[in-house]
């Protein structure tokens, strides 16, 4: 992540404050903030790259490393999910609810 955008500076300053889960050279899987009442957790993978316009091959990287990660949280926490695309100005990313 280069282009300053809020996102890019909370992760190139390590101000991201919830669990880092997963982390390659081009997507990050971190746990989102969970709505008001809610006890599951929460998962958000993050295209690195700038763009709301991935390539195929940028979508299937960034579902299946939230696959990975939702996968594991799944077993440990005995709960089933469902992904969602978000949209987003400045990185796709993909959300996981429990």
Known sequence: MTETCKLCELYEQR???TRLYEESDKV???????KAGS???RLMAVLKRHTNTPTEDEKQMVEG???TVAD?????IGL???L?????ADHYHQHCQF
């Open 84 to 88: 969602s695309v978000r949209e987003s």
């Open 72 to 76: 594991r949280v799944s077993s440990q």
């Open 15 to 17: 101000k991201i404050f």
């Open 28 to 34: 990050i899987v971190i746990q989102a903030f969970n």
């Open 65 to 67: 490393l939230l696959k």
């Open 80 to 82: 089933n999910y469902e």
């Open 39 to 41: 006890k599951n957790p």
